[in-house]
């Protein structure tokens, strides 16, 4: 069955998560400079996926999805990146940034499958 919303891709509602725990975990972190962008990173795997989806409907272009998605994926490794800065330098515990990386992993898994799906079909706009 095609999905027909990106609110029913699960790499969406992970993103979503990972961004709730992103946004909750820095509430009190008063480097706004470092806050801000990682909050930002993490928005914008949630909305690359969302957008390119969206517009894929309309062209029914599949490259252009791709296109989105390897932003999206490109901003999970960003998010994934300042996990580590934010454990070096005190703004969360090992276990907390551990957990996020692991959902980082997660997230950049099933892009990395919904790309493959998506080449595979070459171009048929059939989204699972």
Known sequence: MAVLRFEDLVVWQETRQLC????KSFTKCKDYSFNDQIQRASVSIMNNIAEGFD???????????????NIANGSCGEVKSMLYLAQDLGYMSIESAERCRNICLSISAKINAFIHTLQENNGQNNRN
């Open 20 to 23: 709730l725990e992103i946004y």
């Open 55 to 69: 517009r894929s409907k309309v062209t029914k272009d599949n490259k252009q999805l791709i296109s989105f998605l």
